[in-house]
């Protein structure tokens, strides 16, 4: 089969059609690209055209408060700085790891209203220098290009008001947590209307709301159908409307609320994380023919080349059956993994998937 671009293969894994092979992408953190530079990956190469692995481009808009960004403390080890969600937050350097949330500005329903009267689908949160600067590259590449939605469970406790706030009041404050996913998803899709009828065209949303942990879910299955699943529904038939698809990534063992998502008519499910308790064949085998796959490479086996070669020759002739399914590890690449481990890996991934 013809070499084709990383379009083309998106396409037709989402269609559940076979490609020339399976499109091969990940997301290292900063601390691996640094351990890569230092193992000799050029610092001015991007690490996508340095693998060789399909382009996928994002589109993003700001549906924040826009509260002030500015820095508190600055070392040699960490950044501590306010976002424009109004969190403080704690940045290590030189580390895969999340952020230390600190404080935040939204804490309660009156905290909330005066943030949500910042939050308007202005024109103006549209970085449109940038749309029109790298769009025409994305075409002529053949790149899949996403648009990012930021909007639910996840983005709402870790970015804006707190984990255990947020568990409190799922139970005891239910129109709140609703009025916040839904006011934000909705200024999320007025602001990406207005970049798609400015004729920037892209071929699926993608969001995080990660609503699992290991062995377990964040919240009930009811709680899941009454306070989330009403706007999961809206960001997918939104999309559907477009005639795009709809990607979703959420960490954590979410194995109930699978039949749910693909009831919805979600596309594609992201990152199948194996640890927590996601089994990709199983997946695969039950839900293949409507869910697009991507992820389901354990990364705890990166570092121990048998294993990881084992494991991948054991799921991917699986889960690549018939289209739908998108490489890459069940999260993100840590720093444990050295420059010839992904190149090896990357190598591998792409045999194993061609068709």
């Known amino acids: 089969m013809p070499e084709m671009t990383s379009r083309e293969r998106f396409a037709r894994m989402f269609a559940h059609e076979e490609a020339d092979r399976i499109p091969v992408i990940d997301s290292p953190w900063d601390a691996t690209i640094e351990r890569w530079q230092r193992e000799g990956m050029p610092a001015n190469v991007n690490y ?55 404080d935040f500005t939204i804490v309660d329903p009156e905290s909330w209203a005066r943030a949500k009267e910042r939050i ?26 996403q648009a990012s939605l930021w909007f639910g469970f996840d983005v709402t406790h870790s970015w804006i008001v707190g984990t255990e706030r947020l568990l409190f009041a799922l139970a005891e404050r239910p129109e709140w947590c609703q009025d916040m996913f839904s006011h934000l998803l909705e200024v999320n899709l007025a602001l990406l209307d207005q970049v798609w009828d400015a004729g920037y065209r892209f071929d699926s949303v993608f969001w995080w709301d990660d609503m699992g942990y ?10 899941y159908q009454e306070l989330l699943k009403p706007y999961h529904k809206r960001a997918i038939d939104w999309a559907h409307a477009k005639g795009i698809k709809a990607h979703l990534h959420s960490c954590g063992d979410i194995n109930p609320f699978v039949p749910e998502l693909v009831g919805l008519g979600l596309d594609a499910l992201n990152p199948l994380e194996v640890k927590a308790g996601m089994d990709p064949t ?27 070669k084992a494991e991948m020759e054991r799921v991917i002739p699986v889960v690549k059956e018939s289209g739908g399914y998108i490489f890459s590890s069940d999260h993100s690449v840590p720093s444990s993994v050295s420059l010839q481990d992904f190149q090896q890996i990357v190598h591998l991934a792409k045999k194993l998937g061609t068709y």
């Open 214 to 223: 290991k062995q377990h879910q964040f919240f009930s299955m009811q709680m």
């Open 282 to 308: 199983y997946l695969k085998q039950t839900y293949g023919d409507d869910l697009v796959l991507h992820g389901g490479i354990n990364a705890v086996l990166w570092t121990d080349p048998d294993a990881i």
């Open 120 to 145: 308007v689908p202005d024109h103006s949160r549209i970085d449109w220098g940038r749309l029109k600067r790298l769009y025409p590259d994305w075409q002529s590449k053949g790149t899949w290009i």
């Open 48 to 102: 996508v055209d340095f693998f060789g692995l399909d382009h996928v481009a994002m589109i993003s808009v700001d549906n924040s408060p826009q509260y002030e960004q500015r820095v508190i403390e600055e070392t040699d080890e960490h950044r501590i700085h306010t976002s424009q969600w109004g969190a403080t937050l704690k940045n290590w350097r030189h580390s895969a790891s999340t952020p230390h949330f600190l």
